[in-house]
């Protein structure tokens, strides 16, 4: 697998509360495991950019202890394992803002995917998104916790109403606000070629997803493609930090 990173600021906000990493682990030449982090701290809330930070840190290293022990692969517990890694890092979150005032109320949201072989798991909270392109089809993965993803499903209001909605930035499930956190895990079979993307809203806020679509399809080097991502969303509005990772399964 090969994969690509890129972040921005944005033109509006004076800091990036979005944190974004990645870490292969290799226990021989033909066993690999691929973690992807993404998270975007609340922006309404105090220290957001501690807890994006804390969030994708603590959920690569436990996921990199735990998902491989003892010379195996730990595959057939691979939801049990990102569960107490969310679980882990959701606690350190709670636990910092409770220690400072300074802290209090933080949180984050927190998108991870989990390669191995072609197996590909994802979790989700809040409202980071995981998308896949496979040929010509793009699919979103992961469901939005957010007020306006409520209101699309109720049939109130449509998707492109919920891209310009005053509370779309409303989420109901973050990481580090309460003692306990639920998470959504997700598993895909991959094929050759298929392109995953892992975005913030800064990017899925304000870009549609033919677009979205559109650019991931734009170049054979992600690199490039990601910062296609990062400066279209920029043009379009750049009201927000915007992430991507960008994978493709080889």
Known sequence: MIFSLASDIGKVRKNNEDFIDAKI??????????????????????????????????????????????????????????????????????????????FYGMGTTLVTVVIYNDDMYIANVGDSRCYILREDDLRRITTDHSVVEDLVKMHIISEEEAMTHPI????????????????????????????????????????????IKELLSSDDDLDKVAQNLIDFANETSGKDNVSVIVIEKS
Not at 170 to 192: C, N, S, Y
């Open 25 to 102: 682990i290799c226990k021989d030449d033909n066993t690999k495991i691929g973690i992807f982090a993404l998270a975007d701290g609340m922006g309404g809330h105090n220290k957001g950019e501690v807890a994006s930070l804390m969030a994708v840190n603590s959920i690569i290293d436990f996921l990199s202890q735990n998902l491989s022990q003892s010379g195996s692969i730990k595959i057939d517990y691979f939801d049990d394992v990102i569960k107490q890694a969310y679980n882990y890092a959701n606690c350190k979150i709670y636990e910092k803002s409770k220690e400072d005032e300074t």
């Open 168 to 211: 779309r930035n409303h989420i109901t499930r973050a990481m580090g606000t309460d003692e306990m956190v639920i998470v959504d895990i997700f598993r895909e079979k991959l094929q050759p070629n298929d392109k995953i993307l892992l975005a913030t809203d800064g990017l899925t806020g304000y870009v549609v997803d033919d677009k």
